[in-house]
């Protein structure tokens, strides 16, 4: 079962930064925050993961609040294909990936 | 070069009948996955295999069986297809001790 919350939809400007937040007030210790997204009728993607620390990659960065309660996915300069739907899921090391229904971001010219 | 494959890409049977998809990874990892997603979009895993073994077996019918012949390989055999069976069937692989999964492209299966 999802332990985050994402707001549904959202939609953001060609060229400009995409900031996705999500919830996780009851994260565990050892429990990593993960990023993916899903292209319509594709296989979902990896984008980021962290622990504690904001982490930041080819295709974006993540903050993560001091807290650990909550965390923002930026993708930097959004472009079309960026459109998806996008997955903030929290897990151990337990092998097991729970989806929620993650946020529906639009990217619009 | 495809690092996670599955095959058939669509798969279209009646129901009752028993069918196969086949799932291969290329990356070296030594464990895979089975996830299902329904017509809601929910993305729910079925079955994990580490080094062939079953590590997760997340209440599925016992009509579904993983077989996983080898490391680089895992495959999902269902017998007497239902028409609550139709969804889009995603493979996936990880190394050990991490949740980094990277997906196949997805089995659509349609049972009439």
């Known amino acids: 079962d999802a332990k985050t919350t994402q707001p549904t939809s959202m939609d953001c400007a060609e060229g400009r930064a995409a900031n996705l937040p999500c919830n996780h007030s009851t994260i565990s210790g050892n429990e990593y925050v993960y990023w993916y997204r899903q292209i319509h009728s594709q296989g979902p993607q990896y984008i980021i993961h962290?622990?504690?620390n904001n982490e930041t990659n080819e295709m974006a960065s993540l903050i993560i609040t001091e807290d650990r309660k909550s965390s923002t996915l930026i993708l930097p300069h959004a472009t079309l294909r960026d459109t998806a739907v996008y997955y903030c899921?929290?897990?151990?090391?337990?092998?097991?990936?729970?989806f929620g229904a993650g946020t529906t971001v639009t990217v619009r010219a | 070069d495809t690092a996670v494959s599955q095959t058939p890409k669509y798969l279209v049977t009646q129901m009752g009948n028993d069918k196969s998809i086949k799932c291969e990874q290329n990356?070296?990892?030594?464990?895979m996955y089975w996830y299902k997603q329904d017509s809601k979009k929910f993305l729910k895993i079925m079955f994990s295999y580490n080094n062939k073994e079953l590590i997760i077996n997340e209440t599925v019918p016992n009509r579904f069986s993983p077989k996983s012949p080898d490391k680089a390989h895992l495959n999902l055999h269902i017998n007497s297809l239902e028409l609550g069976d139709s969804a889009v069937y995603f493979c996936?692989?990880?190394?050990?001790?991490?949740?980094?999964?990277?997906f196949g492209p997805g089995t659509r299966l349609t049972v009439l």
């Open positions: 996936a692989s990880s190394n050990y001790h991490t949740d980094t999964q990277y």
């Open positions: 990356l070296g990892h030594d464990t």
């Open positions: 962290g622990l504690k």
């Open positions: 899921i929290v897990g151990g090391n337990d092998y097991k990936l729970s």
